[in-house]
């Protein structure tokens, strides 16, 4: 199997079960550790442009247990098979065996591990590396005079890891990109110097926007103007950077193992006292992808699998940062202490340490104040170079072509996408400061269809926040069937009874942007006394309910959602239930109406504009709502849009069809009439949903008695 690994590490893998186990022959544990380390580093400065090349630097590390500690031999030598084996056996042969704990291999494992990227760092050419740098440190150099010594500094780092005991076999290749600024500026009598870094795994960590450049030598400019702060108490805020240092500094190095074990941690001292308020958490994780940190298995094969809690509601908990000796011989004098991946060395031929990868504070849970990540941005998208978008572009419109070109008398007219990155920054005059990037995708397709001598079109504009969820191949299923239905449709009917909407027109029907419930519980409409809104009361009023009571959520908190979104006031948006089985419950708006009418001194907190739309399903199948009497079917309307006052409709049907006896009549045009509210009382909805535009609800609704005009 290949495993993506240099031949030489390749040809090693396969060695080294056989070097443990002609250890273990006479000790009871022995593992083996193979590292590889390259890499390249730019840096560009006033004085100088250097390029570092890192050539590949291989070395193993075998080491034994005797019952007390480990015994370890290293050498760079790792294509002398010959000469490993005798450093094995001379390692051995002066070990004596003693009685103490033993350590554990593990389930067995034969895995090989790699870093994901979307740009391969090893790809990138010494000359791409240093046109990067230059083009930064124009750019901070040109911001301003006084910034009179910028650094800018491009690396790349390539480790491949090997570990094997007698349970486990294990490889990594592992890369780590790091673009940095460094500006220094000058006022002639007062020096500051700023740093900024980038990280990632793959070249993509390189692609900083000028704008973000800009505003990294803008700030090292503003710092020429702070004033140094009176010394005393205060009240501290810190932002994301000095937030990770603390927990870095402060928590992390404090809390590996070793270095209670040599009473150089005060740590040792508040184990199961509270070190914090009870929001206060804080963990160590390798496991998290694509950080600087980050790792798959430590350097005693230990999968980074979970993380090490440091801090569990303020209290400083015994699951500390371990390596497989001092959890040996700690874990007996410290109950609670579990085996973490945190074992690591700095060369090949240092010893293991417990290290921290990724410590940092874990985000406090909205029913504690916190405040929710909103995903708003396609990665994919959001740091694509120009080419990378264009191609993907040119992927999705080819893949609509090659689908409709298998539709029967249906061709496309015209096709445009459009793609949307912005980046958005709330400040308010509180303090609070929020940074957001967002993406939006939009389609644009036209299908033309053809059935005897006549011609219709249906064009369909999807969107959202994700390339990959616009699905090429169930666009144009849905959208060609309704082309093909229009070509052939006749007349509207004159119809009043029961009328099914799908699809396309359930979405119309139901999001809160075309019905009048997102006006009817707007907090300024209730404020303004406008609204029929009523908490506890049916939304259908006085009527008897004849079908499914309606429960029905905006939610701005659905991960990369096409209404998903952070409020304007800067505040956490949440989801709220508009209707709960039938009836009024909250409201939507922000601080201003939500003060207006005293929620916010009840401690309710606004959930912002409408968000997306969820309606709970039903429990009847989408077929069986079809029924077998005479019914009309609504599969898309020209433009739904219901007053918002009155909730009354009167809207254009694109496609319809008349059902009756198992046929199906296809129609086109007339109105189909009623009111919103009324409806709310006979509807019913089906148990399979559909995600389209930001509706995330029954893909079927039956509503009991409407108005078709022709």
């Known amino acids: 199997?290949?495993?993506?690994?240099?031949?030489?590490?390749?040809?090693?893998?396969?060695?080294?079960?056989?070097l443990v186990a002609e250890a273990e022959k006479k000790v009871p544990y022995a593992s083996a550790l193979v590292t590889q380390s390259a890499g390249e580093t730019v840096v560009k400065s006033p004085a100088d442009e250097r390029t570092n090349p890192v050539p590949p630097q291989p070395g193993i590390r075998i080491s034994v247990w005797d019952g007390a500690t480990f015994h370890s031999v290293a050498t760079s030598r790792i294509e002398d098979r010959d000469y490993l084996r005798r450093l094995t056996r001379e390692l051995v042969e002066t070990i004596t065996v003693k009685d103490g704990p033993m350590p554990e291999p593990g389930p067995q494992m034969d895995k090989h591990f790699q870093s994901e990227f979307k740009e391969d760092p090893e790809q990138v050419t010494t000359q791409q590396r240093q046109d990067i740098c230059r083009h930064a440190f124009d750019l901070l150099k040109d911001f301003d005079a006084r910034i009179v010594a910028p650094r800018v500094i491009c690396g790349y780092g390539r480790e491949y890891r090997l570990f094997c005991n007698r349970g486990r076999l294990l490889s990594s290749d592992i890369s780590n990109v790091g673009f940095y600024l460094?500006?220094?500026a000058s006022d002639g009598g007062k020096q500051v110097m700023n740093f900024a870094g980038f990280n990632g795994t793959g070249h993509e960590a390189t692609r900083v926007y000028d704008e973000k450049i800009r505003e990294v030598a803008d700030l090292t400019v503003r710092y020429l103007s702070a004033d140094k702060i009176t010394p005393g108490e205060y009240r501290v805020i810190l932002d994301p950077d000095i937030t990770g240092t603390l927990a870095h500094e402060s928590f992390g190095h404090g809390c590996e193992m070793d270095a209670l074990m040599r009473g150089a941690a005060r740590a040792a001292l508040y184990v199961g006292r509270r070190v914090g308020s009870d929001l206060v958490n804080i963990v160590d994780f390798g496991g998290l992808p694509g950080r600087h940190g980050s790792i798959f298995f430590s350097d005693d094969g230990v999968l980074a699998e979970e993380p090490a809690v440091l801090v569990k509601d303020g209290i400083l908990q015994p699951t500390l940062m371990t390596d497989l000796y001092s959890f040996l011989h700690m874990r007996y004098r410290l109950p609670g202490l579990k085996l973490s991946a945190n074992g690591r060395l700095e060369a090949y031929d240092h010893p293991i340490y417990a290290r921290m990868t990724n410590t940092y504070f874990l985000p406090l849970p909205r029913d504690k104040g916190g405040m929710t990540?909103?995903?708003?941005?396609?990665?994919?998208?959001?740091?694509?170079?120009?080419?990378?978008?264009?191609?993907?572009?040119?992927q999705f419109s080819d893949e609509v072509l090659k689908a409709t070109a298998a539709e029967s008398g249906v061709d496309v007219s015209n096709l445009e996408v459009f793609i949307r990155r912005s980046r958005t920054r709330l400040e308010t005059g509180t303090g609070t400061r929020v940074d957001c990037d967002a993406t939006r995708a939009d389609a644009e397709i036209c299908f033309i269809a053809r059935f005897e001598d006549k011609v219709a079109e249906h064009t369909a504009r999807p969107h959202a926040r994700r390339f990959e969820d616009l699905d090429p191949g169930q666009l144009v299923a849905v959208n060609a069937a309704h082309a093909r239905g229009i070509v052939r449709a006749g007349p509207p009917p004159q119809f009043q009874g029961p009328v099914v909407l799908t699809g396309e027109a359930a979405h119309d029907f139901m999001i809160l942007e075309s019905e009048p419930l997102s006006w009817h519980c707007a907090a300024r409409a209730v404020y303004e006394k406008m609204s029929?809104?009523?908490?506890?009361?049916p939304v259908w009023g006085d009527k008897p309910l004849q079908g499914d009571a309606v429960t029905l959520f905006s939610d701005p908190l659905v991960p990369f959602g096409p209404n998903s979104r952070i409020e304007?006031?800067?505040?956490?948006t949440r989801k709220v239930a508009l209707l709960?089985?039938?009836?009024?419950?909250?409201?939507?708006?922000?601080?201003?109406?939500?003060?207006?009418?005293?929620?916010?001194?009840?401690?309710?907190?606004?959930?912002?504009?409408?968000g997306n739309t969820v309606v709970l399903a039903g429990k009847a199948h989408a077929a069986d709502l079809l029924g077998t009497e005479r019914v009309v079917v609504v599969k898309a309307f020209s433009d739904f849009r219901a007053d918002p006052t009155s909730g009354d409709f009167a809207s254009e049907i694109r496609l319809g069809e008349v059902r009756e006896n198992g046929t199906a009549t296809p129609f086109k045009g007339g109105l189909l009439i009623g009111n919103w509210f009324d409806a709310m009382a006979e509807v019913r909805l089906s148990f399979e949903t559909i995600a389209l535009d930001g509706y995330y609800g029954p893909s079927t609704i039956r509503l009991g008695s409407l108005q078709v005009a022709g």
């Open 1 to 18: 199997m290949n495993h993506n690994l240099p031949l030489e590490l390749e040809s090693l893998r396969g060695f080294l079960p056989e």
């Open 532 to 537: 029929r809104y009523a908490k506890g009361k």
């Open 580 to 610: 709960k089985e039938g009836c009024y419950d909250d409201l939507i708006g922000g601080n201003r109406y939500y003060h207006y009418l005293g929620l916010l001194e009840q401690g309710i907190k606004p959930p912002g504009l409408p």
């Open 568 to 572: 304007a006031d800067a505040a956490p």
């Open 373 to 394: 990540k909103v995903e708003l941005a396609d990665p994919k998208l959001i740091d694509a170079s120009r080419p990378e978008l264009l191609a993907r572009v040119q």
């Open 182 to 184: 460094v500006p220094i």
